[in-house]
């Protein structure tokens, strides 16, 4: 099958109901109403949401909060919806917009969960992109506060509705190749950067608010040339989450949620971790989880990024080049080798010559959430399943800052039990204006 990318690959899902994981919310519009919606972001990922959300024809985008006036989507959005309401500041519109009833934050990962919270505190439906948040802190008081607000949430894996995804957790969870003993999992993308910070200070273009472009992060001057925005942000330690938090929550999804692990044991980073501004190229973390039903007494899960990939005896039981992203599930009775949005295989295929797959349909990841929105059914990715998912990814975020190093984590106390200064990095402080309740 060729390689198709994300965006491409989850439209081609079939717009109908399935299972495996899903949690109910109370929704606040009733299903007669039309879902008055708001969007944090106006460009690229938010404008790619607000195309999705915005092709049901339950929902209806009244407001934009986007920092930018010259990103190219936000002139487009203003003559498809004429009567759309743009702000720059992202609190004047929670505190104007008194209708609004739903809400898409997809904004860079550093505003997250301070704009989530917000909504969440006027109890608003959110769909947030991933990862839902940029430390573990936050990821865990955005769970609680959304289960207290019983509102309706979704995390922007849109994989997790594929067919692909459920199929794998499904032959996973059916025992296809028997308790899983280990999974590797990985991503060729290299969102970081080993250079220094530029030592210099450009102006800042006009249209840009670079005060709420900064927004909870500490204050600086603003370099150019694409340092910071609008894409590269993602590679700064005080912005992003690197490829690991980027890629992680797509492609880790289906590992945890096939396995149904929870608290790691211990988490270690094998290789050089980030300088004093950036996440490094290239990661390999090592989680080992307690086991549970689906695999062996223990469960060891490798994540890879950059140029490093599984050892040689790994990619040996899957017998083909690798695809630049995927995983390999390592079963006591086989081996499931699942390229990233393409159908699993299991192997040796000898083994399974007669298996016959079971019959997995998919959803359309946000109609799902606009129906639920609406009272109709559940979303799949709340945030009782999306923020321990975040958790899970951010610790290894985490760890590849103290490499060479066993981390053992305590979930329950929020906090790394035998490296106190690994605890710095669970929660930040926000810039003072910036506060948000209950964060």
Known sequence: MPQMNRRTALKTAAATLSVPFVWRY????????????????ADGMAGSDIRSLTASKNLKLVAVAEVDSTRPNLAKLKQQFPDLRVYADYRELLDKEKEIN??????????????????????????????LTQTIHEARRLTEVAAEKKVVTQMGIQIHS???????????????????????????KSWGDTAPKPDRKDPVP??????????????????????Y???????????????????????????????GVGNPLTIRSELPGPNDY????????????????????TV??????????????????????????????????????????????????????DFKPPEVKGDDHYLQYVDAVRGNGQTSAPFSYAGPLTEMVLLGCLATRFPKTDLKWDTKALK???NEDANKFVRKAYRKGFEVEGL
């Open 278 to 297: 950036n996440w490094s190229l290239d990661v390999q973390v090592r989680y080992v989880f307690p086991g549970t039903k689906f695999t062996a007494e």
């Open 102 to 131: 739903s809400v898409n934050v997809s904004t860079p990962d550093h505003m997250h969960a301070p704009i989530v919270m917000r909504a969440l505190n006027r109890g608003l439906n959110v769909y947030g992109q991933k990862p």
């Open 206 to 227: 006009e249209g840009l608010n670079w005060d709420l472009w900064l927004g909870v992060a500490g204050d600086r001057p603003f370099i150019g040339n694409g340092y």
């Open 300 to 353: 060891a899960v490798t994540w890879y990024n950059g140029k490093v990939r599984p050892p040689e005896e790994v990619q040996k039981l899957v017998d083909r080049k690798l695809n630049d992203q995927g995983s390999v599930y390592v079963g006591e009775k086989g081996v499931l080798y699942s390229p990233y949005i393409a159908p699993p295989v299991l192997l040796p295929a000898d083994k399974f010559t």
């Open 416 to 418: 790394v039990t035998n």
């Open 162 to 188: 594929h067919p692909v995804h459920k199929l794998v957790v499904k032959l996973v969870q059916d025992g296809a190749i028997g308790k899983v003993k280990e999974v590797h999992s990985w991503s060729g």
């Open 26 to 41: 109370h929704a606040h519009a009733a299903p007669s109403e039309t879902v008055l919606h708001a969007s944090f972001g």
């Open 229 to 259: 925005h609008p894409g590269n942000w993602r590679k700064r330690l005080d912005f992003g989450t690197g490829t690991f938090g980027d890629m992680g929550c797509h492609i880790l999804d289906p590992v945890f949620g096939a396995l």
